[in-house]
């Protein structure tokens, strides 16, 4: 089942029960997805990479979000968009831990025979493209700054 599908399916779960929370998290993905489709032009088809994007982006928007509503001292508004948030990572493949990260960031230094911080943009689009949804960019990006410095 493809992604839009599981959203319609959670939608109408989440509708019966009357769950607002998951509902504005389901409603957002949803609106994304639209998004994407009619800016893919007449294909109107997206990809299994696109959708990881997509899911990345509001993941990283709500958890920002929170951040921003706990230093303005709004701690209900903040606990909404972490728990968000969790929705919407459902979505997501199982997150990497951070050995599993740098054993990937190691293989591909060693594959692209990476020396400096001059080669970590050819890094990061190998081991980006390798855990597509399965790590944090900012993540990814910290462990190959370490292992070129």
């Known amino acids: 089942m493809d992604l839009e599908n599981k959203i319609t399916e959670e939608l109408k779960l989440a509708m019966k029960s009357k769950d607002k929370l998951v509902l504005t ?5 949803k609106s994304e997805l639209m998004i994407a489709k ?5 294909k109107k088809i997206i990809n299994n ?3 990881l994007k997509i ?10 979000s929170s951040k921003i509503y706990l230093k303005k001292g709004r701690n209900e508004l ?3 968009e972490l728990k968000e948030a969790e929705i919407i990572q459902r979505f997501l493949p199982k997150q990497l831990t951070n050995d ?3 054993f990937e960031v190691k293989n591909q230094i060693k594959n ?3 020396k400096s911080l ?9 081991v980006t493209k390798k855990l597509a949804g399965s790590a944090d960019g900012k993540t990814i990006s910290e462990i190959v700054r370490k292992y070129l410095s």
């Open 25 to 29: 998290a389901l409603r957002a993905i």
């Open 38 to 42: 009619t800016n893919a032009g007449q």
């Open 49 to 51: 990479e696109i959708e």
């Open 55 to 64: 899911l990345q982006k509001l993941v990283k928007q709500r958890k920002e």
């Open 78 to 80: 903040a606990e909404t």
């Open 100 to 102: 599993e990260i740098e």
């Open 112 to 114: 692209i025979n990476a």
């Open 118 to 126: 001059k080669d970590m943009g050819a890094v990061m689009s190998a």
